[in-house]
């Protein structure tokens, strides 16, 4: 699971650059990143390990399985050190090291068990967050630079915190009828609907590390939360204190990675798309395949990535 939402991270991200960026709350973003082939095997990716969360929501408690899902930004690190000659910062390799303690210790803390019936009262719960959400993404969207990227991220982390949450209960169906019947699969398609867009949306504007990092507390938090609180979640007996270590943890190493994450990110983009023959102020932005808000985005890719050496694309969850 952590491996396949790893490679979604690094192929989503790379396709969602490549974008032209999007001002409206417009569902069509989803269509044209769906032209790219390095999108949809990142998607192809994000489902296998969007079905493996699910399979492990039916007896893990949420806050392993979703502190395992942003974990994944550490296999995207890893993926591209291997096979994209990134180079590791000690810091980053540091972080790592906490990002891999934290989930074990998640691991050991964690105490299986089914989950509790979410009840009437906490789907329509769900229904509302759903219409809450997309109606803040819809004038969010027009938000800009770090600030756009932060409240978009946060808002795709708390659909996809939404839809972790509904597939908790959900995974105990015990037959297949009552898993069609159960009113929580389709708010769990719509919520991860809506936090795909939002963090298509995200990820195009000025700051994918603050998307990441918005994303990934938002995603967390609130599920751990109400897992505890009202599915039924367990940690062995003793154990509590190793549970909020692990889980503050992994947190704190996947938001400290994405700090890394936009300069390389930039500084790759930037030597994929040259400036068209002519310089900068002759032939930029006149190629019709690119635009003035993707040849901006490349020039300060470029800045970004003199100041750094190390990064890697953030992720697109879950």
């Known amino acids: 699971m952590i491996a396949a939402y790893g490679v979604a991270n690094l192929l989503q991200s790379v396709a969602a650059t490549r974008t032209t960026v999007h001002h409206t709350f417009d569902p069509g973003l989803l269509l044209r990143l769906a032209g790219h082939r390095t999108y949809l095997i990142g998607l192809s990716c994000q489902v296998l390990g969007f079905v493996l969360a699910f399979l492990a929501r039916r007896d893990l408690p949420l806050f392993l399985v979703q502190a395992s899902v942003a974990a994944g930004l550490g296999v995207t690190a890893l993926l591209g050190v291997l096979i994209l000659k990134w180079r590791l910062p000690l810091a980053e390799v540091a972080l790592l090291g906490l990002l891999c303690g934290g989930v074990a210790a998640l691991v050991v803390s964690a105490r299986p068990a089914p989950a509790q019936p979410l009840g009437f009262v906490g789907v329509c719960v769900l229904l509302g967050a759903a219409v809450l959400v997309a109606v803040a993404g819809f004038f969010a969207v027009r938000l800009h630079g770090a600030l756009g990227s932060v409240v978009l991220g946060s808002l795709a982390g708390c659909a996809f915190s939404a839809a972790a949450i509904a597939a908790r209960p959900l995974a105990g169906a015990h037959t297949f009828g009552a898993f069609v019947a159960d009113p929580l ?18 990820m195009q504007r000025g700051s994918t590390t603050a998307a990441v990092a918005a994303m990934d507390a938002a995603g967390a938090v609130p599920a751990a939360i109400v897992g505890l609180l009202l599915l039924g979640d367990r940690i062995w007996p003793g154990r509590e204190w190793l549970a909020a270590v692990g889980f503050l943890a992994t947190l704190a190493a996947v938001i400290g990675m994405t700090r890394y994450a936009e300069p390389q990110h930039h500084h790759a983009m930037a030597h994929q798309d040259p400036p068209a ?8 932005g006149k190629d019709p395949g690119k635009g003035p808000g993707k040849d901006k985005a490349a020039k300060d890719g470029v800045r970004h990535a003199r100041g750094s050496t190390a990064a890697y694309p953030s992720p697109a969850r879950r």
């Open 277 to 284: 023959p002519g310089g900068p102020g002759k032939g930029a």
């Open 185 to 202: 699969l389709y708010l769990l398609i719509v919520h991860s609907l809506v936090g795909q867009l939002l963090l298509g949306l995200a």
